[in-house]
């Protein structure tokens, strides 16, 4: 991730300051719009009562506008808006909410009048110069046209209850559906990374576009029992089978077209989820290993280490280092000897580590979940896989190499009717899009999941739909 360094504090109201001042001695012209830089605020007439809505528009020296809404009521901050201007005419797209805004100037320049529209909904509204600053949450969002629904629902056969969120798309249905698997550790629903929703903003992306989607705590997380440190990939298996049997439950579903899609070691949990009884329809698997644990994390030091400019000799030195560490972890009988000779092996690596942070490390990679992964085996189920599967690497993942890995598990998926393995060019592991394609918001770079493989997932879903109803 890319770390942007901010303007202090007092140049910042600098810039506001000339800003104001700017737009309080600006003059509208006889023959042509008044420019657009400030705020502009109006009512958004909603069922039961109405929203204010605030867009800020800056003009840029190449003549576009730099520009962000914020609904307050919603708690949404800084969404980013494409605008666009002909004339007296504006265009404001907020891509993230599916709304857009098209309106015309007034001849004083103080109004824009015009519609608001998104999927289903569109109502006039008229927008109004406000130069007053807005203070609202940055980590809200405006409601989406879709519904929402918190669920709970049990893994029967070790009694375990998971907490999640369904979503489902404006309309009748039923609906395709999908259930979201997250990579390796404890994660919520969302699979949140700092500002960065990895889970949640794909489920986002699919629900509006009439695709239903489950997602749900780990183990241990949010509402949901059990603990996820002590969880193996079949453990992971049997909550995603607990999350299929709930959507057969529920009647917006159509119960022919099922997926699961898993990120990194979700991916894993994927496959072998069609390789058992009552499998999915379909499998979409991002970023999954097909190479063995041990292999696969000396070939992620490796590609790290590359990365960052260290001989070879000096990489080979290193990887000697890991499998010593890792032979430790799965040879030895006593954990807590254990946990303390991978603590020293880590300080000699890493002088920089302290005791602290080195015994934490030690805990988790002496774990059981930790020496399940060293010694799993990706493809030993995949000959049972019976669906159809699209495998998504990106270029740019340093944590699962695209080249070895779609080749691995396309090859072992020999039964599947359908592989489909595709690399995105400029994805990583996140599946971030490339850092020179993200978002400015409020003159900052905001990461969003690769709109290509958004797109890819949802255009090979429609297809599993359309050869089922063509073989009928």
Request: with cysteine; proline share 7%; charged share 20%.
């Amino acid at each position: 991730m890319n770390t942007l360094v901010r303007l202090p504090w007092w140049r910042q109201g600098l810039v506001w300051l000339v800003l104001l001042l700017t737009m309080a001695t600006r003059t509208l012209a006889d023959d042509a719009p008044a420019p657009l830089d400030g705020y502009w605020k109006g009512p958004l007439k909603v069922p039961g009562g109405q929203l204010e809505v605030i867009f800020r528009l800056i003009k840029l020296t190449d003549g576009t506008y730099f520009a962000a809404m914020d609904v307050p009521l919603q708690k949404v901050s800084r969404m980013p808006v494409a605008v666009s201007v002909r004339g007296d005419t504006v265009s404001m797209l907020a891509e993230e909410a599916g709304s857009r805004f098209l309106g015309r100037i007034t001849s004083d320049g103080k109004k824009i009048d015009g519609t608001w529209s998104q999927p289903g909904f569109a109502v006039p509204m008229t927008l109004e110069f406000a130069p007053a600053t807005i203070n609202t949450n940055p980590k809200a969002r405006l409601t989406p046209p879709y519904r929402e629904e918190e669920v709970l629902f049990t893994n029967i056969p070790v009694d375990l209850r998971l907490a999640g969120m369904l979503t489902i798309p404006a309309g009748q249905g039923p609906f395709p559906a999908v259930v979201l698997v997250s990579d390796a550790g404890a994660q919520d629903r969302d699979e949140t990374i700092g500002d960065y929703r990895v889970l949640g903003s794909l489920g986002d992306y699919l629900t509006r576009r009439g695709i239903a989607v489950l997602r749900f705590d780990d183990r241990g997380v949010g509402q949901s029992g059990g603990t996820m440190g002590k969880a193996t990939a079949p453990d992971v298996v049997s909550d995603v089978q607990a999350a299929l049997n709930y959507l057969r439950t529920r009647p917006e579903i159509d119960l022919e077209h099922m997926g699961v899609i898993g990120h990194g070691e979700g991916g894993n949990v994927a496959l072998l989820a069609a390789s058992q009884p009552l499998p999915p329809s379909f499998v979409v698997t991002l970023a999954a290993p097909g190479l063995p644990g041990k292999v696969l994390l000396a070939q992620r030091q490796a590609n790290t280490l590359k990365a960052a400019g260290t001989a070879p000799a000096q990489i080979d030195e290193a990887l000697k280092k890991q499998m010593a560490m890792f032979d430790v972890i799965l040879q030895s009988t006593d954990a807590a000897q254990a946990q303390t000779m991978v603590a020293n092996m880590l300080r000699q690596s890493n002088a920089l580590l302290d005791a602290a942070g080195a015994q934490e490390s030690a805990l988790d990679m002496t774990s059981p979940h930790y020496k399940a992964f060293l010694t799993f085996d990706p493809t030993a189920k995949l000959g049972d896989v019976k669906c159809p599967v699209l495998l998504l690497n990106g270029t740019a993942d340093l944590n699962v190499g695209a080249d070895a890995n779609l080749a691995i598990l396309t090859k072992n998926l020999k039964n599947s009717p359908s592989v489909t393995p595709r690399k995105l060019p400029g994805v990583n592991h996140l599946f971030q899009a490339d850092p020179s394609e993200w978002p400015l918001v409020n003159g900052q770079q905001k990461e969003v999941f690769s709109p290509a493989a958004q797109e890819a997932i949802r255009e090979w879903i429609v297809l599993q739909t359309k050869a089922v109803k063509v073989k009928k």
